[in-house]
């Protein structure tokens, strides 16, 4: 269901195209305020944050169209799956992540949401700037590249 990092982590969603899509700039992590339902499911594994961004409302950041599936045995108690979930950080880091957002250029996209080593639901989140359509063709190729070294220095030995 979910991996485990070396740091203890374990991880329930990733958002691998994110970076594809974007150049990470700076990196932040984030509580995130949850109901029950969505942390049992959580633990089941059944999460998807591949289409998740954030936003500022309110001198609050929010973490939208992550999809959390419906508890199983939740009955009339359950959650929406794609409502909008509140991020916790610290004043700073609301400050500069606004600051960032305002300046232009600057995107807020969440790489991961994992269970930290205390059991606590966190979401991985990064400054970014979106690639260009030949930023997006040039690092395939220097990834075939890369690909393709490795397996002839694998065939000399």
Do not use: C
């Not at 108690?77 to 880091?93: G, M, V, W």
Request: net charge positive.
């Amino acid at each position: 269901m979910a991996a485990r990092q070396s740091d203890d982590r374990k991880i329930v969603a990733r958002n691998r195209k994110a970076r594809y899509n974007y150049r990470i700039a700076e990196r932040f992590e984030a509580g995130i305020a949850l109901t029950g339902t969505e942390v049992k499911s959580l633990r089941q594994g059944r999460a998807s944050m591949g289409e998740a961004y954030a936003v500022e409302r309110g001198g609050e950041i929010f973490l939208i169209n992550s999809h959390i599936a419906e508890y199983d045995a939740g009955g009339r108690y359950n959650h929406t799956p794609l409502r909008a979930r509140k991020l916790l950080l610290r004043k700073r880091e609301i400050q500069k992540l606004i600051g960032g957002l305002r300046k232009g250029g600057l995107t807020l996209v969440p790489l991961s949401l994992y269970f930290n080593a205390r059991g606590r639901a966190k979401v991985e989140l990064a400054m970014a700037t979106g690639k260009r359509k030949y930023d997006k063709r040039a690092a395939q190729k220097e990834r075939d590249w890369k690909r393709n070294k490795q397996r002839l220095l694998r065939a000399d030995n």
